[in-house]
């Protein structure tokens, strides 16, 4: 069965940090582009960060940058999102997704074809 499954969600508070895994069953995550993305209650999907078939190929939101990072295990077949100097605006369902690209990582939803169901992350003191 080819899915995505995010774990790693949960309470942080403010200041904090959580990593985030998505790992994947049915396929090999190192031939795809993976991408996170949030949608918080009411709002539309949102871009967080992806990676592209080379590990050295990452791109981040503004949002993000500087406190997120995306890495890949593909002994593991996963990839996270660590998430640092966690904020109550970064409160949503983070989601990751694969694209199967030639080169670079889409930065909006389109391309992806594949996505998991998602993991809440909620920052609140």
């Known amino acids: 069965q080819v899915q995505l499954v995010e774990s790693g969600g949960g309470l942080a508070q403010p200041g904090g940090s959580l990593r985030l895994s998505c790992s994947a069953s049915?396929?090999?995550?190192?031939?795809?582009?993976i991408g996170w993305f949030r949608q918080a209650q009411g709002k539309e999907r949102e871009w967080d960060s992806c990676?592209?078939?080379?590990?050295?190929?990452?791109a981040y939101a503004g949002t993000v940058k500087g406190r997120f990072t995306i890495s890949r295990d593909n002994a593991k077949n996963t990839v996270s999102l660590q998430m640092s100097s966690l904020k109550s605006g970064d409160t949503a369902v983070y989601l990751c997704?694969?694209?199967?690209?030639?080169?670079?990582?889409?930065?909006?939803?389109?391309?992806?074809?594949?996505w998991g169901q998602g993991t809440q992350v909620t920052v609140s003191s």
């Open positions: 990676m592209g078939n080379s590990r050295y190929n990452t």
């Open positions: 049915g396929f090999t995550l190192n031939s795809y582009a």
């Open positions: 997704a694969a694209a199967s690209v030639f080169s670079g990582c889409p930065i909006y939803p389109q391309p992806y074809n594949r």
